[in-house]
């Protein structure tokens, strides 16, 4: 039996439809007209890929321009991606470093449905440590590992997903949204976030975000560990440091190119 080429199975729609999805990799928003002339391919024919590919969330259309970008399930195949193929095989060695350099538990997470996971932990070595299970949903509001995916959302995301008030969980957790999004524009510039016993009364952590080749940021890299052992001045002069290169290694280890 003779062996045919994959590319004599290749079906032209499908293949244009890749086309027009590609064209997103270098530009946030695209228009008919521009996708036509690069693409070579009737204004039509554009148009009910672009129609298509909008009614199953890969595209969406900016009302206020017309234009079109990428949608929703593009990130979330990559985020899909990432996880089974690369975040956390990458991630291993990376945190059993992090925590050996300082002897706290390291976990990386990701959002999911309004709340932030842990996937993957690196437990401390002390007989005191903070465990964070696999797996278990977390407020975004009130933990470091969430804040850093907050941090990132676009402003009007924001708006319509937090409730104006808060869930409060210790005397220190900022129950307001909008005492919660000044922070989260200073998360944004500084590249790490802080939870001082916000989610739990006695315990400290700091994370930052991870971010892949697409400069998405498709996860959180954090350390945790007890109050008294995690004071703020362990925490900048060493937490901070050490956890923010980590971030930058991990994410250059997934394509992101900071230049």
């Known amino acids: 039996m003779v062996r045919r080429e994959k590319s004599n199975y290749m079906i032209q729609a499908v293949a244009h439809a890749l086309d027009v999805l590609e064209q997103f990799h270098t530009d946030g928003e ?9 693409l070579k391919l009737h204004k039509n024919n554009v148009f009910r890929i672009l129609a298509t590919l909008e009614s199953r969330g890969y595209i969406e259309q900016n009302r206020s321009t017309e234009n079109y970008r990428l949608g929703t399930k593009c990130l979330q195949m990559g985020q899909t991606y990432i996880q089974h193929m690369g975040l956390l095989q990458q991630a291993r060695p990376i945190m059993l ?19 932030v996971v842990p996937l993957e932990v690196v ?7 903070i465990v964070s299970h696999i797996g278990e949903n977390l407020p975004l509001h009130c933990t470091a590992a969430g804040k850093v995916h907050l941090a990132f959302e676009p402003a009007e995301e924001l708006q319509r997903s937090l409730a104006e008030m808060l869930p409060q969980y210790t005397a220190h957790t900022i129950a307001s949204r909008d005492q919660l999004t000044d922070q989260l524009q200073g998360i ?23 971010k892949d080749y697409t400069r998405t ?16 001045e362990r925490i900048q002069n060493e937490i901070i440091p050490l956890v923010t290169k980590a971030g930058r290694d991990l994410s250059s280890r997934l394509g992101y190119n900071n230049g």
């Open 30 to 38: 695209l228009g008919v007209t521009e996708l036509s002339k690069r």
């Open 97 to 115: 470093e992090v925590m050996k350099t300082c002897h706290e538990s390291t976990f990386v997470a990701v959002m999911r449905k309004g709340q």
């Open 123 to 129: 437990e401390s070595d002390q007989p005191v440590r």
């Open 188 to 210: 944004a510039a500084s590249g790490y976030a802080i939870d001082h016993g916000e989610y739990q009364t006695d315990v400290h952590s700091v994370a930052v975000p991870i």
């Open 217 to 232: 940021v498709v996860g959180s890299l954090a350390i945790s560990g007890p109050a008294y052992r995690i004071p703020n």
